[in-house]
């Protein structure tokens, strides 16, 4: 035994040796031909007091920046349709009684790139009219933000208006205690935001009451005949799941619920 561990260290050490051996001759290949040393930069990050004002508004506005990075994911998912679009195709899963076919990775990526399809035109207005003339610096970094704010402002406007869910801007301007709007461009963005996600909830979950009826009907159906046939041990769901994929498969479901999703939006 002692002679077996005796030849294991020696093992571990010829290859630590090797191992040296061979990191000398790559570092020794990494030299300068003139056998100087090799350098390895150093890379410095300073934090100063500012000297300027415009310094310090440079600052503000890099971190007013920073932030909207940090939650561009919660501006896609409630300023967007992307809301919609997840919950209905959430719906249609449960409809089904699909447990993990299609997976939710499946289904949040099809509602991604469906909500790309149906805002890329805002999102050209705001390239067109914010990022470009920032980038050639004809316009500042206020002016961007309003740039960029003002097209999704039009869309949320135009998906309260098509719902007429006009009752969610009242509810956010009382609980904030402002005077009644003349038009809606008198509506802050802080009030439009939560009452356009109110108004997406109330159209996804009108439109996954539609989608329900049809299965549920199935279900009834299946569950009567169930019962009739003395049937009572046996679930439901495993007899009616068949006939709800052959209905769904066979009136293209896919197809007919996207392409009502986009119509719903204006498109």
Known sequence: MKKKYFLLCALLLIITVEGFAQADDGLRRLRPADGDPLTIPFVDITVRQPETNDEVA????????????????????????????????????????????????????????????????????????????????????????????????????AQIHNSGNYDNIRLFMNLSGLPRPNNLSEVPTHVLIPAFVLSELTIAFKIGILIFIPFIIIDMVVASILMSMGMIMLPPIMISMPFKLILFVLVDGWSLITSNLVRSFGG
């Open 58 to 157: 440079f600052s503000i506005q890099l971190l007013l920046l920073l932030s909207v990075i940090a939650l561009s994911p919660s501006i896609i998912l409630l300023m967007t349709s992307f809301l919609r679009i997840a919950i209905v195709f959430d719906f249609i899963k449960r409809a089904l009684a699909l447990q993990q076919v299609p997976p939710n990775q499946v289904i949040m990526g099809i509602a991604l790139f469906l909500t790309l399809f149906i805002m890329w035109p805002t999102f050209n207005t705001i390239y067109n009219n914010a990022f470009v003339p920032f980038a050639e610096g004809e316009i500042s970094t206020e002016e961007m933000f309003r740039g960029a704010e003002e097209p999704l402002r039009r869309f949320m406007f």
